[in-house]
């Protein structure tokens, strides 16, 4: 039986993230572009379509359907070009936005409708992180209509602008990594975890909720942020207490993924809060995008991607997967945490944290080229 092309598309969009990222983080330090452009490039190019593929992957696995059909990858395809054309939009002429706009609704309105077709196909329910995919896909669909609509309203451009990052990078991200991280941070740790399904059933109200009260109150109106903000901290503490309270010892160790991923949520926690104090003018407001993909996205694709790629890239052969996964996972709490730093230092609008974070990036790239070029002459 031939194997999905699904998995070798997204080790490849992994790559293309994690580069993307690089050049992304290293373009203002090189040349004058508007600051939207190398945001862009790492959230649109680089994170939008690997999301995408992901959730192509797991729907399956949450609905207890089939492998997904060739067709499904024309969504994460189709990101990817949009998310060019977005980066090239905005750093050249806005004359293609609206097609990388077209281009991206009907990628992600497929992927959606998609889910729903296995939701239904499922036998009893699916699993509750299916409704987290959704919900995410949702959101992204509302933030490019807003961004859309901004641009036929230009008085309100600015707090349009403001609703279409917040719905995006909390709505669409936020969720997306949440609901995948309840699951993913178990299996990655080695342990059981009774209470993943029970948060994903509860929580959810709360976020999507303190997402909307975030994004509007960024436009129009602080004290609904902050109320927005408490709800999304609390969801926060709630989900590290549960699984450092009974798996502590799975969880702190200098090696793996899971060390990745649980750094990623203190990450966001951190962010939120630097968020509030740009909000009240406590702190410079130019590197709030640059922390929250330090502290965060760094620390989440790279711990990802410890435990996913070895499963992607080893298709053929499982039994290899525990060694690439041992050594793509050396030292990534060290990593990870200078990641963190550097997310807090850009929160303070210092230089040096450009330069810690590439280099812990760089780190993750070389362990990852050993067993990239060990795939490709095995396949050969």
Not at 199 to 212: A, D, N, Q, Y
Not at 236 to 261: C, N
Not at 270 to 277: K, T
Not at 349 to 375: G, N
Request: charged share 10%.
């Amino acid at each position: 039986m031939p194997t999905s092309p699904l998995p070798r598309l997204l080790a490849s969009l992994v790559i293309i993230s994690l580069i993307s990222t690089t050049v992304g983080l290293s373009l203002p330090r090189l040349f004058d572009l508007p600051a939207v452009a190398p945001l862009h490039m790492i959230l649109a190019l680089g994170i939008m379509p690997l999301i995408l593929g992901a959730m192509a992957y797991f729907i399956p696995v949450l609905t207890r359907t089939s492998a997904p059909e060739p067709l499904v990858l024309l969504s994460p395809i189709g990101a990817l070009i949009a998310g060019l054309l977005v980066t090239l939009s905005l750093s050249l002429t806005y004359k293609l936005y609206p097609v990388a706009a077209g281009i991206a609704l009907l990628a992600i309105g497929r992927l959606l409708w998609w889910s729903c077709q296995r939701a239904k196909a499922t036998l009893g329910r699916p699993h509750p992180g299916l409704l987290w995919y959704q919900l995410a896909l949702a959101a992204i669909i509302l933030g490019l209509l807003i961004i859309t609509l901004a641009a036929f309203w230009p008085e309100q451009w600015l707090p349009l602008k403001r609703l279409h990052l917040h719905i995006n990078t909390l709505g669409f991200v936020g969720l997306t990594a949440l609901g995948t991280l309840r699951v993913l941070l178990p299996t990655a740790g080695g342990f059981q975890d009774s209470q993943a399904g029970l948060w994903l059933m509860k929580e959810w109200r709360w976020l999507v909720t303190g997402t909307l009260l975030i994004a509007v109150g960024a436009a129009w109106s602080a004290l609904l942020a902050e109320i927005g903000l408490l709800l999304w901290l609390i969801s926060l503490v709630r989900l590290v207490q549960g699984l450092l309270k009974a798996h502590q010892g799975k969880l702190w160790q200098w090696h793996g993924a899971a060390i990745s991923l649980l750094i990623a949520v203190v990450g966001l926690f951190i962010c939120l809060i630097g968020g509030a104090l740009h909000g009240r003018g406590l702190l410079p407001t130019a590197q709030a995008g640059e922390a929250f993909i330090m502290a965060f996205l760094l620390p989440l694709v790279t711990g990802a991607a410890t435990h996913l790629l070895p499963l992607w890239l080893q298709q053929k052969e499982p039994e290899k997967q525990p060694l690439l996964r041992e050594r793509l996972g050396y030292f990534s709490g060290i990593r990870s945490l200078v990641f963190l730093v550097a997310g807090v230092l850009a929160l303070a609008s210092q230089s040096l944290a450009f330069l810690i974070a590439i280099a812990a990036l760089c780190q993750f790239l070389i362990q990852l080229v050993r067993p990239l070029e060990d795939t490709v002459t095995e396949e050969r």
